[in-house]
C-alpha cells in the first residue's frame, strides 16, 4: 500500500471514529430525555435538533436541586458535547481535499489534505486536528455514558 492509501485510510478511520463516538452522544441524549423528565415527553423530544436536545436536557438538570455536583459535571459534558457538534457537522458534509502549494523559489510541491466547511470559514480540520478530534469525540462519548447512568440512575440497561 503506497503512502497515499495509508494517509487516506488514516482519515477514514478518524473520521468513522469521530462520527461513530458522535452518534453514542446523540443517542445518549434521547436516553436521557427518556429517564430524566418526570413526564413522558421522549417521542416529542428524540426528534427535536442535538443542540436543542442538549439544551433541553441542560435545563432539566439545572432544576434538580438533588445531585447538583454530579449534574454539574454532566452539564459540562453536554456544553462541551454541543461545541464539538460544530465539527462533527463539518466532517459529515464536506469532502476531504487536496491543496497544492508551490515553492516559488525551488518548485517544489506541496499536498496538504483538509476538510474545510465552505459555508462556515475558519472550520478546517487538517490530520492532526482529526486526531485530537476523533480522540476527545470517543473519550466524550464515555464520558457522558457514565455520567448519564449517574444522574439518571440506569443500572441494567444496555448501553452502546
Not at 432544576?63 to 453536554?78: P, W
Not at 480540520?125 to 482529526?130: E, Q, S, T, W
Request: one cysteine or more.
Amino acid at each position: 500500500m503506497d503512502d497515499y492509501e495509508q494517509e487516506l485510510n488514516e482519515w477514514r478511520l478518524l473520521v468513522g471514529t469521530a462520527i461513530l463516538s458522535f452518534g453514542n452522544i446523540e443517542f445518549a441524549t434521547i436516553k436521557c430525555l427518556t429517564h430524566l423528565p418526570r413526564d413522558n415527553i421522549s417521542k416529542t423530544t428524540s426528534s427535536l435538533p442535538f443542540g436543542r436536545r442538549v439544551d433541553l436536557i441542560i435545563e432539566l438538570l439545572e432544576g434538580q436541586k438533588e445531585n447538583a455536583a454530579i449534574n454539574s459535571e454532566f452539564i459540562i459534558k453536554l456544553k462541551r458535547a454541543k461545541e464539538l457538534a460544530e465539527w462533527r457537522n463539518v466532517l459529515a458534509h464536506n469532502p476531504l481535499a487536496t491543496s497544492v502549494y508551490e515553492h516559488k523559489a525551488t518548485g517544489d510541491l506541496l499536498l496538504e489534505k483538509t476538510i474545510k466547511a465552505e459555508r462556515k470559514k475558519g472550520k478546517e480540520i487538517d490530520l492532526p486536528k482529526l486526531k485530537e478530534l476523533a480522540s476527545e469525540i470517543s473519550s466524550l462519548s464515555s464520558e457522558i455514558y457514565y455520567s448519564l447512568s449517574i444522574c439518571v440512575g440506569l443500572t441494567n440497561e444496555i448501553l452502546p
